[in-house]
């Protein structure tokens, strides 16, 4: 069996017996997701990548903890999620609306309606940064990333009505603070 | 926010539902979603990730002999202590685990008038080898697990320093997320009301 055909309980099982090289198809598997969700976390592609990277080697770590070997990705996510919230916490993080105004600017060829854009942007982050880190989570998986609310629990490992209850809190508080900002 | 609104973005409910009214109020909603939407970053992992994990890992000792000293720690050994060393012994850990910052980054530790301090900062210690998470919870997080503990070294020792007012207060530990577990290092103890209990962390001020 080829490596790429391996399951994902396979893998765990391959690096659990000695083949520490196997667990860098969970990094091709899961990297972009991770680092999609650090990215929309943190507003920092350094930030986000050594996150994520901080997340992988603990997994690795601690692989023989995973109850569900075939469900190691959401496991990896969970590792990761609590960083990032950790991270949103900690006083000493950068400066996010650079990241996300230069990114703003690059993105049409209007200049006009590119620096409206990029205000529109910078707003939207910082209100989304104001939230609590776990009104934070749940609003960018819910709203961002699109996820629906099963997909959700099943991932945090919380039940859907808690999950609505910091969505709603969410959208409560950035309605407030959308609305200082206009 | 009217419960309806919030049941229409959840997907719940369809417009037609909803009064004239609340139309509006969605229709602005879905633009300041969509615009959430527009404005996330995107970016998929840089290329030199799987190599910087990848390195990381080749250079951690090798499983085997990690999985000898989690052993070691795990399986339960007999020891013989007096009542006397275990005393100093126990006097040891409260002291560590009421041990104010030094040197802290954080900054809302912030002194006040009378040379008191706002906070201090307390490291939390749980020896876990088997667990992927460790936070902390105590009234003084609302009983949430707002800090989680870090284990960087994969020794099974979680750490961290927890910003804390002073005063009396009860916490315990959340291990994976679903384990509640009494601290078995605190000083003292108090029955939480459910039939556990929580550890209690006395904190004096300086001033």
């Given at each position: 069996m080829s490596p790429v055909e391996r399951t994902d309980a396979q893998v765990v099982r391959d690096v659990l017996s000695g083949d520490r090289d196997a667990y860098r198809l969970l990094v091709r598997r899961y990297g972009d997701v991770l680092h999609g969700h650090a990215l929309r976390m943190t507003g920092n592609t350094d930030e986000a990548a050594d996150l994520v990277q901080r997340a992988f080697v603990k997994g690795f770590k601690k692989l023989a903890n995973c109850r569900e070997p075939d469900r190691v990705g959401a496991w990896l996510f969970r590792i990761l999620a609590n960083f990032c919230k950790d991270h949103v916490r900690s006083p000493r993080r950068s400066d996010v609306s650079m990241t996300i105004l230069s990114g703003a600017l690059t993105s049409g060829s209007d200049p006009v309606s590119d620096a409206e854009s990029a205000e529109i942007r910078t707003r939207i982050w910082e209100a989304l940064d104001a939230l609590t880190p776990e009104q934070k989570e749940a609003f960018v998986l819910k709203h961002v990333e699109g996820r629906t609310y099963e997909e959700i629990a099943a991932v945090m490992d919380l039940s859907v009505a808690s999950l609505k209850m910091r969505v709603h809190r969410a959208r409560e508080a950035l309605k407030g603070l959308l609305e200082e900002y206009a | 926010m009217?419960?309806?609104i919030h049941r229409h973005l959840d997907g719940e409910i369809v417009p037609d539902a909803l009064a004239r009214e609340d139309l509006e109020i969605v229709d602005e909603w879905d633009r300041m979603l969509a615009s959430f939407q527009r404005a996330a970053p995107l970016g998929d992992a840089p290329p030199w990730l799987e190599q910087r994990v990848m390195a990381e890992i080749d250079a951690l000792p090798e499983r085997a002999s990690l999985q000898r000293f989690l052993a070691w720690i795990v399986l339960p050994a007999p020891i013989r202590v007096s009542p006397l060393a275990a005393g100093i012994v126990a006097a040891g850990v409260v002291l560590a685990l009421v041990l104010p910052g030094r040197g802290a980054v954080q900054t809302d530790s912030a002194p006040v008038a009378g040379g008191a301090v706002e906070v201090v900062y307390v490291?939390?210690?749980?020896?876990?080898p088997m667990a992927t998470s460790v936070a902390v919870a105590g009234d003084f997080t609302d009983w949430q697990p707002t800090f989680t503990l870090e284990?960087?070294?994969?020794?099974g020792v979680w750490s961290g320093r927890i910003p804390v007012r002073p005063g009396v207060h009860g916490y315990m530990f959340l291990v994976d997320e679903t384990e509640w577990?009494?601290?078995?290092?605190?000083?003292?103890y108090q029955d939480d009301g459910f039939g556990n209990r929580n550890a209690v962390l006395a904190i004096g001020t300086s001033g």
């Open positions: - | 009217k419960k309806e490291q939390f210690l749980l020896e876990a284990d960087l070294d994969g020794d577990t009494t601290d078995p290092n605190a000083g003292r």
